[in-house]
């Protein structure tokens, strides 16, 4: 401890200007964190916190217990690892790629359509992708100049994965190259002044120069990103399942919304939360130990 | 303390940064202002008028605020003053977090609509009033609305067991949903009104077949409904199968009280409907239409047959009118006999709880919900509740009121005093239909009108009618119709054979349907006796 | 410029052709609702519009812009938008100084609490109440306070001000400068992109957001941009109004592509502004003598 106040006493400044931040994350995060309590109770709002009786671990076990519950992690982690894998790959090339576009206007044009359907909400895009896949939809429009056979995609359980990911993609890989063209604008012109005096191809500069320049910050997102591997995002998935893709597409995130939230039974949400964020603070923690060992950085 | 030393905190950080600079705080500061002043300064009327807070359905109206036009309104119809709130409804989810987050603060409305079986708990933690003895004194006019069998329903439903009344029913004294089917295309084939399920498929067919539509292609869709096994209820209604709205119910099966899902009904039902998928009569993407979707097909005139509020054709018939030039004739479809069945259109005169009453009220409020709940049951007051404020909701045409359309940025919310919608009854809303149309729409209305009375004839009252939601306590997936959908839809399609169904009785037994089923047959005992 | 070689040219086209592609992909949902907005009610009841308007009207924009509760909305948000973006910025970059500097003894622990915010969320009642219990209950400063400060963005901020080149910082402190007068004269100024970026990160959650509106916003002088917009998104009018005497040119479905497109209009401009910052060697440019 004294080691500690000494350090404060000399480094003080540095003290004072984390000091906001702090506090706000005692008022907003932990303090409201505290009422995750409830996820150990049958928290009841005519009662409250204080009235609401313990009940241990019920909740938790109703949740391991559900006779789907197979079914739904399953889903949640084949989808979250598609979704981890996708949406980490596919912007760090699109930002690679854009960065190539050597014309300015085309280049801010690209990005700027590109970033575009980050804004509309998951109700209009899953919306729009059921009517490009139906009978009159652009997709079987265009089978139909092949010779072939229309499809319902949405309905047919081996494309409702395929359709998660492009339409996550669609959605937000766009959006998520912004931080990596920040990142490249970082780069010191001089690295590719030296490299072009060596005679390196425009492709060689990206492999030796661009992408381990860039590599850090995509591995910090891929830390920060891997946290909430089991939330998929319910918008996007309750948005696109229907009844006939239940059996690949029932996530933990749709399963709460139907017991937990919709029925307010908001103990249960938040004991399935819970188990939800320690799924992924344990990933958090093996892949910041991997970061570390095999790249110089880490969270921590 | 700590709070206002937060608050005087985030006070200094906020004029630091507007200090900083940002040119447009003031204008918009204005702004505040002008519009705080008019609405915290209410008016204190002659006789004191007792305000009450009351939430129910807001699909995105203006608010009812002291002072406001609809304000006025309500208190010179019914000599109360009503506040509501703008509290997001958004399929009912948003309003349950809000009223939930609403009674864990202690400000719980004085009334409300009480949505997704929350007022088993209410009245379990007695935080709702037992109205069973001020109703009748109080309100006459809402205790005389209600048929006596429906209050009966509604004491059976007391949580407490004490057979007390707790809520006010929404009430149908009409079966309101049936099928429909495009009579000008059965003459224009020269084919007659099917009265047999083998005559309503050769209809069917020849929709497909003979271009009903005469446009030399074949775009008609003979029948289908919506995404979930929604809205096509026509089609299991000929097996006898109870169902709301495309959600199986509960009827007397084998003699004792069963969720329609699991019969034999069922099974025959889907049978038959996966061959008309099969054979191209349904529209192949009924699972994936959603309102818009499937009201589209309706409204281009490319639909056959379809299953809906009957009376609402009025609205139907001038879409496709303007879309295609054709006038349409929709009649009710006469439910197709089935070898073996007794089939019928569901209908459910007791609805889920309208309101509930806040307890512990002061006398002075109490009383005030009363005046409020008895005026709004008068069914003298309907018409102009129906009408609204005039230069808001209507506007006056020689002499005679006319409805403006809808318009959600000057519109406040009428949800509250819309009693007509909320105790339905076939009289008072032919009656109105035929008053508030002019001549052009008059044909429209009277096919609506028809169908009203037509319909009549194939509807039967389900034995599971007014059955509270806390069957379903701890079942979600029960709730949701989830297995069911899945197993249906599937059927349908043809991905699951028919066989399959009785694995799916056996999930939807042992996931809870077990245990929800006895909860209904005891409630159903309880009522009977 | 220098000149390109012949398998440089190859790889621009074909980088140039696949992003176009993708770009024309990407712009399909904005064009498919802009052309709703722009079509007439009849067409779009019986749902043939797709990517160009049918019956081509400005009803439905004329009806959007001449509200004036919309407006006062815009307002609302615009000026949310502005105070909360600059007010996270401050903070958030306040705190991600100390916690990329070595000396600083908290910064491994405060970087685990932080995490801990990613992952775990806080329940829903519970969280209203609290905030309630500030006094943000019907303020407007809870569009912005929930949002001054995120895990993501902090750490992000972080991993920029590590990079930070060292050398400038030591020779800054040399001549006597404390790590106030460094972190405001020197470190921010050069800081630009990674400003630039989180500040539009976070103007976008500002500007977006409707959960905590729709919890803690009642009064509605207070209404958002986004709230107003719901009424138009989360509704469906189940029972077809009885027929009024004229019927405009919209329905609920125009109106609905109109209010997106209007919510989302001024916050996709954003970007452009904001792409001048992401000029190759920004940073260390102007640092290089």
Known sequence: MGKLTYNMRKYWPLYVMALPGTLYFILFKYIPLGGSVIAFQDYSVFKGINGSPWVGFKHFTSLFEYPDFYRVLRNTLVMGFLRVTFMFAVPLILALMINEIRHSLMKKGVQTALYIPHFLSWVIIAGIAFEMTSLSGLVNTVRGWFGLESMLYMQMESYFRPIFVLTGLWKDAGWGTIIYLAALSGINPQLYEAAVVDGASRLKQILYITFPMILPTAAILFLLDIGNFMELGFEQVYNLLTPMTYSVGDIFDTYVFRTGIQQAQYSFATAVGLFQAVVGMVLVIVFNKLSKKYSNGGLW | ?529 | MMAMSRGEKILQVIIVTTLCLLSIIAIIPVVSVLATSFSSRLPVDMNQVTLWPIGFTFDSWKYMIFRPDLWKSFGITLFTTIIGTILSLLITALMAYPLAKKEFMLGKFLIIAAVITLVLKPPLVPYFLTLREYGLYNNILVLIFPHVLTAFNLIIMRTFFKDFPQELEEAAKVEGCGYFRVFFQLVLPLSKPVLATLGLFYAVVIWNQFQHPVMFIQDPDLFPLQLKIRQFITSESVMPALMAEERPNYNEYTLRATAIIFAITPIIMVYPFIQKYFVKGAMLGAVKD
């Open chain 2, 1 to 529: 303390m700590r709070k206002k030393l937060f608050i005087l905190l985030l006070t200094v950080l906020m004029v630091a940064v507007l200090a900083v600079g940002c040119s447009s705080g003031e204008e918009i500061g204005q702004n505040y202002n002008g519009t705080n002043n008019d609405s915290s300064e209410g008016e204190t009327g002659e006789e004191e008028i007792v305000d009450i807070e009351v939430w129910s359905v807001n699909e995105g109206f203006k608010e009812i605020d002291s002072g406001s036009p609809l304000y006025e309104f309500i208190v010179d119809e019914i000599g109360v003053g009503v506040i509501s709130p703008y509290v997001e409804w958004n399929g009912g989810k948003g309003y349950t977090n809000q009223l939930n987050m609403r009674i864990a603060a202690g400000e719980m409305p004085d009334m409300f609509l009480p949505y997704n079986g929350i007022e088993y708990d209410l009245a379990k933690n007695g935080a709702i009033e037992d109205l069973t003895d001020l109703l009748p004194e109080y309100a006459p006019n809402l205790w005389e609305l209600i048929p006596d069998e429906v209050w009966d329903t509604v004491r059976t439903n007391d949580p407490t067991g004490e057979g007390r009344i707790y809520y006010i029913p929404a009430i149908r004294d009409y079966g309101i949903t049936g099928g429909m089917i495009r009579q000008d295309w059965i003459d224009k084939l020269g084919l007659e009104m099917p009265t047999t399920q083998e005559e309503y498929v050769d209809v069917l067919r020849a929709f497909k077949n003979e271009d009903p539509n005469g446009n030399g292609m074949q775009d008609e869709i003979p029948t289908g409904g919506r995404e979930n096994g929604r809205w096509m209820d026509h089609l299991f209604a000929m097996y006898g199968i109870a169902m709301f709205e495309g959600f199986p119910d509960w009827d007397i099966y084998d003699g004792e009280l069963t969720n329609s899902a699991v019969t034999q009904n069922m099974r025959d039902a889907l049978e038959f409907i996966s061959e008309l998928y099969a054979e191209g009569l349904i529209d192949q993407e009924t699972f994936l239409n959603d309102k818009q979707a499937w009201d589209g097909k309706i409204n281009s005139g490319l639909v056959g047959s379809y299953f809906h509020w009957t009376e609402t054709v009025y609205d139907r018939l001038p879409q496709i009118e303007a879309g295609t030039g054709v006038k349409a004739d929709l009649p009710v479809l006469p439910v197709p006999k089935v070898p073996g069945y007794e089939g019928f259109y569901s209908h459910e005169p007791t609805l889920g709880p309208q309101w509930v009453v806040k307890s512990g009220m002061e006398e002075e409020k109490l009383m005030a919900t009363m005046k409020f709940l008895d005026n709004y049951a008068n069914q003298e007051n309907w018409e102009d509740m129906y009408y609204g404020v005039e230069g808001m909701h209507h506007k006056i045409i020689d002499g005679k009121r006319v409805l403006l359309p809808e318009d959600k940025s000057t519109q406040q919310v009428m949800d509250v005093i819309k009693a007509y919608n909320h105790f339905s009854l076939i009289d008072f809303k032919s009656n109105l239909l035929m008053e508030a149309v002019g001549e052009e729409q008059m044909e429209y209305v009277e096919q609506g009108i028809r169908n009203m009375e037509e319909n009549q004839k194939y509807v039967k009252v389900i034995a599971g009618n007014g059955m509270p939601e806390s069957v379903y306590n701890d079942y979600p997936d029960i709730r949701s119709n989830m297995i069911y959908q899945e197993y249906a839809t599937k059927i349908i399609l043809g991905e699951y054979p028919i066989e399959k169904f009785d694995e799916f009785v056996d999930r939807w037994y042992e996931t809870g349907g077990e245990e929800v089923t006895q909860r209904a047959r005891d409630w159903y005992d309880k009522l009977e006796k």
